[in-house]
């Protein structure tokens, strides 16, 4: 794990093309399920899809992973982490608005990159009067502070984009 302009800490996944690969074909046979949980709907699109882990097997992997490198960024056990987790998919023209996650108990937010076309959106974090802008790279995990106000900017590639977005907090 590097730092990364001061603000948010970047792993990357071992195997990732192969798990992209999984993730992205078990996302789309279930992207349009009815039964799926969606929340934060803004711009005709749901930002959040939460699909159970046992019906996308191939999360498996990509989560243990991102407990890892939390646990590492947090400098705790990996045991006595919680991590709960959406995907968020962006169509051309789609953005994500600025918002943070600190309205629970968490101690760390991460997206993971699953998909990323060329000029498909950068990752915006916001420190005061201070931005950093993160070029998202397919298999990377950025971890940063849930207080952090973070957006992603406009799609303008013609692709979909999907990244799946991860609070930690401990267990209860």
Not at 25 to 30: H, K, S
Not at 151 to 169: D, H, I, P, W, Y
Request: negative net charge; aromatic residues 10%; hydrophobic residues 35%.
């Amino acid at each position: 794990m590097k730092p990364y302009r001061m603000q948010c800490y970047v792993a990357r996944l071992d195997d990732a093309e192969r798990i992209n690969a999984a993730l992205i074909a078990d996302f789309q046979a279930l992207r349009n399920d009815p039964d799926l949980k969606r929340s934060h709907y803004f711009g005709g699109r749901y930002e959040n899809i939460y699909i159970p882990r046992s019906r996308i097997p191939a999360l498996a992997p990509v989560l243990n992973a991102a407990k890892a490198a939390a646990a590492a960024y947090l400098r705790r056990s990996g045991e006595e982490l919680s991590v709960g987790y959406w995907f968020n998919e962006m169509g051309p023209g789609h953005s994500t608005l600025p918002h943070s996650h600190d309205e629970d108990d968490e101690l760390a937010s991460c997206v993971y990159y699953v998909r990323v076309p060329e000029n498909s959106g950068e990752l915006i974090l916001r420190q005061g009067v201070l931005a950093t802008h993160v070029t998202p790279v397919e298999g990377e995990f950025v971890f940063f502070s849930p207080k952090t106000v973070h957006e992603v900017t406009e799609n303008k590639s013609q692709q979909m984009r999907l990244s799946l977005a991860m609070n930690f907090g401990t267990h209860e």
